[in-house]
Nanobody
Framework: QVQVEESGGGLVQAGDSVMLSCVVS?????????MGWFRQAPGKDREFVAA????????IYADSVKGRFTISRDNAKNTVYLQMNSLKPEDTAVYYC?????????????????WGQGTQVVVSS
């Protein structure tokens, strides 16, 4: 069984920074999962944020977060991070971490095999 657990959300002000963490545990070694972050704002569909490949050599971002958010991973700690800078009220959402057995991350939620429960980020103006 694979477990995915996010942490690090909270209430922040516009312009602030927050780092989300996600730990994966299970029978497959962490470095054989590509990892992604998605988010879902109230009343909206879940949307892609960022993803990183097994080795970390390939990274993709949604246009809305490029230059502000950074995804990273520490395979020794089975952890992927999402550093979010210059936060805006429109970044308010539940942020989900997801793992895929594909070697590269994907923009599509259907390509991910395992999901966390999500962590709330609220950005006040």
């Amino acid at each position: 069984q694979v477990q995915v657990e996010e942490s690090g959300g909270g209430l922040v002000q516009a312009g602030d920074s927050v780092m989300l963490s996600c730990v994966v545990s299970g029978r497959r070694t962490f470095d054989k999962y590509a990892m992604g972050w998605f988010r879902q704002a109230p009343g909206k569909d879940r949307e892609f944020v960022a993803a990183k490949s097994w080795s970390g050599g390939s990274t993709i971002y949604a246009d809305s977060v490029k230059g502000r958010f950074t995804i990273s991973r520490d395979n020794a700690k089975n952890t992927v991070y999402l550093q979010m800078n210059s936060l805006k009220p429109e970044d308010t959402a539940v942020y989900y971490c997801a793992a895929t057995v594909r070697p590269r991350g994907s923009y599509y939620s259907s390509d991910y095999n395992y999901w966390g429960q999500g962590t709330q980020v609220v950005v006040s103006s």
